[in-house]
């Protein structure tokens, strides 16, 4: 199989989070979530195009586009994973830096999905995360397999400054796909 069909057939929605009047969370030295959420959708955009998959953006601009619009892309396209790109925070904490992957149904396979891209990160960038069930709105109307990443906690100013150098995020892009890649074979001929 050529690298350009590994995912051929699969449409996955990529939904940089925020954007817009919508900055979403703000680095100790003002990096925005908005700019970040875009930067590494955009890279895995490039990278799953590569791989064969019909990919779709939410946003891939700094436009404002509001939630329900979000999962009514993910849904008319009947998307075989809709991947939701966040940075969090947490306020006097500067030490918390931790990756978070949310799913909330269990009538499909977005936990398997989740769990790839939890093991994913801790594998590539060493740093424990945890796998949680949560009722996000964007998640619950889904009604496709859906999860909504936090890669990192930038209110950390370490991680902050990590975020600043593009090559990261291309990492960060990497190590979204390779969860993406991982759940395709773990699914096998389901989903299609």
């Given at each position: 199989m050529m690298i350009g069909e590994v995912l051929s057939g699969k449409v996955i929605v990529l939904d940089p989070g925020h954007g817009g009047v919508d900055d979403g969370a703000i680095g100790p030295s003002g990096l925005l979530e908005k700019k970040i959420n875009l930067d590494v959708a955009l890279d895995l955009w490039k990278i799953l195009n590569l791989q064969g998959a019909t990919v779709y953006m939410t946003r891939k601009t700094d436009k404002t586009?509001?939630?329900?619009?979000?999962?009514?892309?993910?849904?008319?396209?009947?998307?075989?994973?809709?991947?939701?790109?966040?940075?969090?925070?947490?306020k006097n904490a500067p030490e918390v830096d931790r990756?978070?992957?949310?799913?909330?149904?269990?009538?499909?396979?977005?936990?398997?999905?989740?769990?790839?891209?939890?093991?994913?990160?801790?594998?590539?960038?060493?740093?424990?995360?945890?796998l949680i069930r949560n009722d996000f709105k964007v998640l619950r109307l889904a009604k496709v397999p859906a999860v909504l990443v936090e890669s990192c906690f930038?209110?950390?100013?370490?991680?902050?400054?990590?975020l600043r150098n593009p090559r990261n995020l291309w990492?960060?892009?990497?190590?979204?796909?390779?969860?993406?890649?991982?759940?395709?074979d773990d699914i096998g001929g389901e989903n299609k």
């Amino acid at each position: 199989m050529m690298i350009g069909e590994v995912l051929s057939g699969k449409v996955i929605v990529l939904d940089p989070g925020h954007g817009g009047v919508d900055d979403g969370a703000i680095g100790p030295s003002g990096l925005l979530e908005k700019k970040i959420n875009l930067d590494v959708a955009l890279d895995l955009w490039k990278i799953l195009n590569l791989q064969g998959a019909t990919v779709y953006m939410t946003r891939k601009t700094d436009k404002t586009v509001y939630l329900k619009d979000r999962i009514e892309l993910a849904n008319k396209e009947h998307a075989n994973l809709f991947v939701c790109i966040h940075h969090n925070s947490v306020k006097n904490a500067p030490e918390v830096d931790r990756t978070q992957v949310f799913y909330w149904s269990t009538t499909d396979t977005s936990k398997v999905a989740a769990d790839e891209l939890l093991k994913s990160f801790e594998r590539i960038f060493n740093l424990k995360g945890q796998l949680i069930r949560n009722d996000f709105k964007v998640l619950r109307l889904a009604k496709v397999p859906a999860v909504l990443v936090e890669s990192c906690f930038m209110s950390s100013p370490q991680r902050e400054k990590w975020l600043r150098n593009p090559r990261n995020l291309w990492r960060e892009a990497l190590a979204i796909d390779d969860g993406i890649l991982k759940y395709f074979d773990d699914i096998g001929g389901e989903n299609k």
